[in-house]
């Protein structure tokens, strides 16, 4: 019975408790935003596979998704707005960012860390320079709105068809990670040169889990520009990956569920700035509090909150069976 | 033909501004093995402070003082509460340094509103010479001599300045310098604040090369730098020099000829360079 442990117990009932949430609850706005954390924590979990579980620091996640949003949008405006016609979106966003992340990999993948954080900062750049300049296609600043497949129109419908994404992702992620595969991936997280000796291509692998994490987070983009009905050049914006940055450190890096809890963290705060900045207008540069925050967690609580419970969970372990030696 | 020598011109201007902020980055990585996120935000307050003191006291001379103070007082900061504690850690200087390009040019619109600021040359390289069809912008002609002049300064410096034997000796054997009684921290402080000045006094140059200046510049320009490095190679004083006026070049002749590509061809150049000489053109004295 390993599968009923406490915390999948604890798991099972949050899942519930989400499912439920839409007959309890008739506050739209709310749904809409737990409709976004879903979709953030998604494509959070996407980029925790690569700082977390393998120790790349990418800058442009923000491409794959803006790759994934634009090609629903357009395919939805362009031909028609049926399912068929989405589907097809997410296969063209499959193809497109493989693809795009198999390239970036291959360049800067086996130079040091740094490269491939700056060459993935510039290629984002070229992608949202782009965006803005083809304007018969993407309309530029501007963006467009289209219309959504009649299925997702329901707010309820599309809950659920987001939360069923999210638990897909995290299943399948937590798959990856503990297959044999992940855990050479956090061989080379751990130790690059002794994960070579030990006879391993790193570069294989490391391309392996950008294309994953890549084409997760197109896929993400698709559905977050469902949730919009819109799409402009801001999903390419430096604050797409610097919210997927901020999700995954602050949950915890290196845990699929720190990804979660920080997307679900970071939309609300999100939400409530934004509400507080119609009062005091210091609210309007919220970035600045994100910053400083993020900053603050990079510096002190490098763990992130999952992080940091797992390991206080740890060494309370450790000190109880301590305790448990001493009196027996 | 005077098309050419006009985006030649114009091209090593653009290239002298993108070295300024690149060799700030190679020096920092070249030493501290430290690469600084944040330094399109020193720019781009370079740029706003620099602008500002200009257009408030009308002398240019003044503007450009204050951007370089300002880029050595946050220069400091950075480096002692900032990029001190994560020495050695490379994924969160990363992190780290990217939250703090995040907070400086989101404060750039608290203190000077989001609006942009616009910027016009001083009356004295105002306006140009034109010489047998040529027409020189002295503006362009000013920053060119000024890029010229931080390079030869900073091949004096470290090629022929005690300062610069450490620092050159540091980026070969930290610890060795350390040992023989050097305070490298000190270095650090030193090199971080000259990067950082560097930067600003790029970001007040660029204020009325471009007309007007904006909070999202910083970023915009800290990318052209990294393809400088990149292509330069990390560390190579020469290399971000020479890949600078290449940038610069390649942009001004395709801004002209095929203006939809101007940033792809920068891309390729990396690109191409990354394919066949991943270290750089000139590997840097890490390698």
Redesign the interface.
Known sequence: MRFLTKSNLFLIFVGVLLILFPFINDSRSLLILLTQVFIFAAFAMSYDLLLGYTGIVSFGHAMFFGIGAYSTGIMLKKMDNTIGFFLLSLVITILLTALLSYVVGILSLRLKSHFYAMLTLSFSGLFLVVAEKWRSLTMGNDGFTFSIPAVFKDRIVFYFISFFFMVMVLLFLRRFTESPLGRILQAIRENEQRTESLGYTVLHYKVIASIVSGVIAGLSGSMYAITLRFVNTAVFGIDVTLDALLMTIIGGVGTLFGAIIGAGLIDFAHHWLTGLAKVYWIFERWIIFFGILYILTVMFFPLGIVGTAKHWWKRRKIKGEIQMKKTA | MDVILNLTINGLATGMLIFLLAVGLTLI?GLMDV?N?AHGGLFAWGAYSGIWLYSQTGSFMIGIAGAIITGIILGWLMERY?VQ??YGN???Q???T???M??LS??L??VWGPNQLSARPPGYLDGSWSMGGVILIKYRLFIIIIGVLVFIGLQYLLNRTRLGLIVRAGVMNKEMVQALGINIKKIFVLVFMLGSALAALGGVLLGPYSGVIYAEMG??FA?LA??V??IGG?GSITGSALAAILVGLSGAFMAYYVP?AA??V??LL??VV??FK?SGLFDGQKA
């Open positions: 990585f690469l996120f900032i504690p994560v490379h994924i969160q990363i992190l780290i990217l939250g703090v995040l907070v989101e404060m619109k608290v970023m915009e990318i990294f393809i490095v990149i990390m939809d940033l792809a920068n891309m990396m690109a990354l394919i991943p």
